[in-house]
């Protein structure tokens, strides 16, 4: 079992920034794949970023590509998400997850953990 909680969230103006920090607890950190998804108010849960064991990896989605950054401290057992000229459609609620199989997932389902989700609210 695996413990995730997330931090970090809030609400800034378009243009600013925010970073989410996500602590895990429980099992091996490194032995899981991370990833952030957020789900906006009637839209389904989307992928943000994932990262590797490692941290070596990573992946991002089209619409954050350039102005969001993961990355992981395995000594600290957390993933952060480093987030820049946000913009009002990245409001949603985000969510740290954790996937025992390895491989840069994109898919919620191949995630075995879950957070309670930080809100992030971008205003215009």
């Known amino acids: 079992q695996v413990q995730l909680v997330e931090s970090g969230g809030g609400l800034v103006q378009a243009g600013g920034s925010l970073r989410l920090s996500c602590a895990a607890s429980?099992?091996?950190?490194?032995?899981?794949?991370m990833g952030w998804f957020r789900q906006a108010p009637g839209k389904e849960r989307e992928f943000v970023a994932t990262?590797?064991?490692?941290?070596?990896?990573?992946y991002y989605a089209d619409s954050v590509k350039g102005r969001f950054t993961i990355s992981r401290d395995n000594a600290k057992n957390t993933v952060n998400l480093q987030m820049n000229s946000l913009k009002p459609e990245d409001t949603a609620v985000y969510y740290c997850?954790?996937?025992?199989?390895?491989?840069?997932?994109?898919?919620?389902?191949?995630?075995?953990?879950w957070g309670q989700g930080t809100q992030v609210t971008v205003s215009s």
């Open positions: 997850a954790a996937a025992s199989r390895n491989g840069l997932w994109q898919r919620h389902s191949n995630y075995d953990y």
């Open positions: 990262i590797s064991r490692s941290g070596q990896n990573t």
């Open positions: 429980g099992r091996t950190f490194s032995n899981y794949v």
